[in-house]
């Protein structure tokens, strides 16, 4: 067990990436993640094994990942809000292509250029997709800098286990937030088992084709197909969600990332005054928790999905309780971070308007 | 054609007077970047539309809901300056066009960094050049992303320690030479390209006016010396600049028509120490390291010393044979 050290969410990232095996690590300079990027910088100079570069752009720095997970590196690359749009074709890419890769998406205020304050203005983006074609991208949601470092590996397992694309949701505060943090033993990469797939010279042996141009149509709908069965795998295996005092609530709050954070407080607050409120939190994004969310309403009347945003992950809350229950919305958009304050008022007001109390 | 109409005759007291980029920007102290857009600025004067790729200036100049832009600015993404300044000038032409605006000439100009400009704006710029738009592209070259916090790009010097290119065991700092991007633009056969400094105050707005005269595209290579990137004192930023020059690191001349002319003459190199002494992202460098240095300043120095003198000759030849003989 290592020991506790304190560090900035976004170096956190890069700490744990490099114990996870990343050998590889294309940036380009985006406020406010640069931290990951520098952090790379350093880390892989002091590695004899690691390669850091920084790309000329964003599109280059993602199909940098692309070759490099073709030629079977466990591969990473960061940027912020409008910098994922850029890399958005070869995110796509990599789905067809059935690459493994990590990539972490610091979002901040938009649309546009925006600001460079902490938002989940990107969940859209992230879980529907993103860039063009009939694909799914595995999205991890870390609410602190513990979660950063953990799911920082689960992501790397994912991207290789299932052969996609992964992509780690923060916002500007998840970056820039110092906080102790406990990493795990570092992966020796020679133990890693070789891949059968991957581009590494053909001497010997008859040489491998990775490709995303189908024009067959019956070939591109087998590839549809293929990726279709393996999303409904992982929509099986990895849906992951923390459930906070929602065993005798009659009001649950559902938000994640950044904003989990501020709506636990609100929970604790509204719990002293004797208000029977839960938080659910999805952890990941896609797949969408929605059997926790199913179960409970089972018992539960009232949802309110709070977002750093104008409301965007409400419709899959929608989804998943297939219109049971009352789903209500709060949200600051723009990079403003609310208050435990502010959430806790908008709990007590749907809580007494829609007489929970009395139940 | 000849765009050169007397010049020489720019004296300080013709500048225009107006101020188009104002004070109380929020630029560092001893920022030449805000320096150079405000001479800019004046050499343009008002019928000017600028097209401002993100970065220090924008960020600097137009804080919500103040500005320091007297002149029409639009603000776009990092790597469109080029192709936002042709959409401009090809908005305002189709307009004159139709008469549904004044005929009057109204500039284009497109504003970038070095990150902006000679990373992923390239593809853009290229493609503006090309296609042969009327507009006057500047780039502010600072050697480094300066605003989202010293990180090397395509600009920045061999030698100079950034945040991604860390200087220390085992690395000195940045590995590779800058990027010469007006050779590319010359390449692009472009009828003016020039490097400028705002430490030659004349110099630079001669250029921007001539840009200005001039048909079609043209470049303008500023050099911006940034004290908090540099990590140079903020008053030493006019210095900085000539010392540039001085030693050769970067040298004042314009290519027009492919005919190279330099603007700034200087009768002997001084030591390129001279300039990188003053600098704390060389601060770590070996005596080895500077002597490189040294060698690639006077190499490229005399590479263009052979293009002003050995083009001059060449561009006046005219063919007078018969192809396909």
Not at chain 1, 163 to 171: A, E, F, K
Request: include cysteine.
């Amino acid at each position: 067990m290592s020991k506790k050290v304190l560090m900035r969410g976004s170096q956190a990232i890069g700490e744990a990436a490099v114990r996870a095996g990343c050998r590889f690590y294309a940036g380009y300079p985006i406020t406010p993640q640069n931290e990951l990027t520098e952090y790379m910088a350093e880390a892989m100079d002091g590695l004899n094994d690691g390669t850091f570069i920084q790309a000329e752009s964003e599109l280059a720095a993602i199909n940098m990942v692309i070759g490099a997970s073709m030629a079977g590196a466990r591969a990473m690359t960061s940027s912020s809000s409008p910098g994922i749009s850029l890399k958005q074709e070869g995110i796509s890419f990599l789905a067809a292509q059935e690459l493994p890769a990590v990539i972490v998406n610091t979002m901040r205020g938009g649309p546009g250029l925006g600001n460079i304050a902490p938002s989940q203005s990107d969940y859209f983006q992230a879980t529907r997709g993103g860039g063009h074609g009939d694909y799914r991208t595995i999205v991890l949601a870390p609410a602190s800098g513990q979660e950063l470092a953990d799911l920082t590996r689960t992501a790397f397992e994912y991207a290789d286990k299932y052969r996609s694309p992964v992509l780690i949701l923060g916002d500007g505060m998840m970056g820039q937030m110092m906080e102790p943090i406990v990493f795990p033993e570092p992966i020796d990469v020679r133990t890693f088992s070789p891949k059968s797939w991957i581009l590494d010279g053909a001497k010997g042996r008859p040489s491998r084709i990775i490709l995303s141009l189908l024009l067959n149509p019956p070939e591109q709908e087998d590839l549809n197909w293929r990726l279709a069965r393996k999303y409904e795998i992982i929509t099986r295996e990895i849906p992951m969600s923390e459930s906070y005092m929602t065993s005798d609530a009659n009001m649950i709050v559902i938000a994640y990332g950044t904003a989990a954070r501020i709506a636990k407080g609100a929970v604790k607050r509204v719990r002293e005054l004797g208000l029977k409120v839960g938080l659910l939190r999805p952890i990941t994004l896609w797949p969408f928790p929605n059997r926790p969310l199913k179960e409970l309403s089972r018992h539960v009347r009232e949802f309110l999905v709070f977002e750093m945003n104008m409301g965007q992950m409400i419709d899959d809350v929608k989804l998943a309780l297939e219109g049971r229950g009352n789903v209500h919305f709060y949200g600051r958009p723009g990079g403003i971070i609310s208050t435990p304050d502010e959430i806790a008022k908008t709990i007590n007001s749907i809580y007494h308007r829609q007489h929970l109390e009395e139940d | 054609m000849n765009i050169i109409e007397n010049f020489e005759l720019y004296a300080p007291r013709l500048i225009d007077k107006e101020e188009y980029f104002c004070s109380g920007h929020r630029a560092c102290q001893g920022c030449g970047e805000a320096l150079a857009i405000r001479l800019m600025c004046k050499a343009l004067g008002p019928d000017t539309v600028v097209a401002n790729g993100t970065g220090c200036m924008e960020v600097i100049s137009s804080f919500y809901p103040t500005t320091a832009w007297n002149l029409p600015w639009i603000h776009l993404a990092f790597e469109n300056a080029a192709a936002v300044g042709s959409g401009v000038e090809a908005g305002l032409k189709a307009l004159r066009r139709k008469g549904k605006i004044p005929d009057r000439d109204v500039k284009a100009v497109a504003i970038a960094g070095d990150g902006g400009t000679m990373d992923i704006g390239m593809q853009s710029l290229s493609g503006a050049m090309e296609r042969g738009h009327d507009l006057l592209y500047v780039c502010f070259d600072n050697e480094a992303y300066m605003n989202t916090g010293i990180q090397r790009s395509s600009g920045t010097p061999f030698g100079a320690a950034t945040t991604t290119s860390p200087a220390g065991r085992a690395s000195f700092g940045q590995k590779t030479w800058k990027k010469n991007v007006p050779e590319i633009m010359v390449a692009h056969n472009v009828p003016y390209v020039a490097t400028a400094s705002p430490s030659y105050p004349l110099d630079f707005m001669n250029k921007v006016k001539k840009a200005r005269k001039v048909k079609g595209p043209s470049y303008i290579h500023c050099l911006s010396v940034c004290p908090t990137g540099w990590r140079s004192a903020s008053n030493l930023t006019i210095k900085m600049g000539r010392l540039a020059v001085e030693t050769g690191v970067f040298p004042l001349y314009e290519v027009e028509d492919g005919k190279y002319r330099i603007t700034v003459e200087v009768d002997e190199l001084r030591p390129v120490e001279d300039y990188l002494k003053h600098q704390g992202r060389f601060r770590h460098l070996t005596p080895d390291v500077i002597e490189m240095i040294q060698e690639r300043v006077y190499q490229e120095y005399n590479k263009l010393l052979d293009k002003v003198n050995g083009l001059h000759a060449w561009s006046d030849l005219k063919f007078e044979g018969e192809l396909f003989e």
